[in-house]
């Protein structure tokens, strides 16, 4: 290991880029193809000419040596499918016919096949499709696309570097094939996946690919002995390959822990480790194990996933550390820079100082460059940067933006105390039915109606000046009127305003509160076609004025029934965001859940008595690793507490989560001392009942009764067998009668006949009572 040679071989390179283009042209093509306004030839030229562009681009910043296989038409989960052969059998048919229509279909489904599950990658917002495997899975090379883009990449002269999701990866990602026992364990399969594995190594390394990247990034999980053992195998077998390309194993979004000494022994040729914050730990643990000699490390100093510029200066340290334990380090973005939007000086309403402070794909590039030559070649050849970026920090750490005095004043005052509501539930709960006098097993929704094209055309106008503010409200509030009249009608008990008012329920609170910042331009790969532009967490948080009060006390101004109030949490107001890297989340979360609970508390003085506070994202913000559970969740649930602790004892208070699965969050769910939960149910046969009975939840709860995630209408016999299953885990006095979630994707005629048959069921199930 010569610390000298190492720095000066030192080499600039990122893991992925994102896929779109710069005005969304991937998207338009796909979309266009879906239509059959684009032929297929029109989409794969639209495809090429977008990697050509990135590969040149990242080039000509300075990057030595180009991912290539990172780009996707939908997902590159999926290409992994396609890669190793295990399309499932409902999808042959159309991957036979067209392997491009047997791909979307895997993708989208067609009106006679479902598509695969959809999840999240890890603790991102970026979705993939889940593998579906099973003991009869057979696994079939076909390394087509990796070697295609390979070569493109070598032709225009560039020393590129193929990027594969890993074969231990892939497989605990997958889920067991309808059909297949529910116990099956994708891994046992990992002696079948890897001479296919391998074969695409072999067909790589023929094409021209000195090196081959693997990702890795299950193994930043907590992991069992058999999954590390599995994962030793594997990278004992792939190492002893003949004709094999280098192999670099990457890992990111956290630290390896026990993973980390057995990749270092590994016959692998390096390794890519995340060194940004949440990684920290991969530093001592990589010197603990004497680093790694004969190997090359690839460091992730820059991080790919939040928006803020780079600490220059103490990623050149954390490099410089890193010299004396790798025989080659080279420097990269933690991850790809898929999780990120392409480039700052598309933003035009931002303030050019802030703007600064901010780094994109591009920007992000630029810094693993610059940091690139300051390893090789020392301080000083990048002195001026360096200033610079001293300059922007330090603009940041002053500005008033990011430090309110008033805000901060406020937060650091919270007691304990005022995140408790007393009386105790029980008290609470009479005086609430004393307040509200519902029925036995009351109706509601879970807050928007449908968003219908009207809606969506009356912000356009808006936005483009053809209709004034005062229209706009208008046509909200006649669509108000017709959510409350409709609800009436139907005879729901607790009625919601419908939301039209709102954009996207954290982009509409985003805007309203100071220290957001929205971009233009910032969209980030949601899945497949779908991009959002996530809002910036920047600063201080505070809310200048009340944000729902108005459309909510309107809609109560129609009707004797109770308005539900409706805001979203906290926890989901981070997680939805791009959240600060200069202050724990949970200092975040308090300023946002003080600047709520304002909110909460404007909504109950002017007559609101139910007040719904959604947290959808509490689940899946869980940090990856076990031993961080605690410290998160006591932060969660602490800001949800002080959001809506402020309330009198007989206002009630909701909240809303969208998944069927969460044994392992039941405790925080019930220390968010909410009185009413509401949860997503219909197509689990009500196990969430279930599991909230077997925890002794105390509260009311109300599992949803009808799937919303298709145009299907539920039969009022349906969710009336529903009800009865419920009543078995909740008793009547505490079960809620509701969808599964929000009516926003959903048309008019299918929510009016789904609430009515839901109303009828209630009442079915009273009178069995
Ligand atoms: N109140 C929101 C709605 O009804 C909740 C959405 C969600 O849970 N994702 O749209
Ligand atoms: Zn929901």
Redesign the pocket.
Known sequence: MTTKSAAAAARATVYGYPRQGRNRELKKAVEGYWKGRVTADALRATAAELRRTNWLRLADAGIDEVPTGDFSYYDHVLDTTVMVGAIPERHRAAAANDALDGYFAMARGTQEVAPLEMTKWFDTNYHYLVPELGPDTVFTADSAKQVGELKEALALGLTARPVLVGPVTYLLLAKPAPGVPADFEPLTLLDRLLPVYAEVLVDLRAAGAEWVQLDEPALVQDRTAAELNAAERAYRDLGGLADRPKLLVASYFDRLGEALPMLAKAPVDGLALDFTERAAANLDALASVGGLPGKRLVAGVVNGRNVWVNDLAASLSTLGTLLGLADRVDVSASCSLLHVPLDTAAERDIEPQILRWLAFAEQKTAEVVTLTRGLARGTDAIAADLAANRADLASRTRSPVTRDPAVRARASAVAETDGRRSPSYAERAAAQRAHLGLPLLPTTT???FPQTGDLRAARADLRAGRIDTADYEERIKAEIQEVISFQEKTGIDVLVHG?PERND?VQYFAERLTGYLATQHGWVQSYGTRYVRPPILAGDISRPEPMTVRWTSYAQSLTEKPVKG?LTGPVTMLAWSFVRDDQPLGDTARQVALALRDEVNDLEAAGTSVIQV?E?ALRETLPLRGADRAGYLDWATEAFRLTTSGVRPDTQIHT?M?YAEFGDIVQAIDDLDADVISLEAARSHMQVARELAAHGYPREAGPGVWDIHSPRVPGAEEMAALLRDGLKAIPAERLWVNPD??L?TRAWPETRASLEHLVTAARTIRDEL
């Open positions: 879970i807050g928007s939301e329920m409706m959604d959808p809303h969208c979630c929000g926003k």
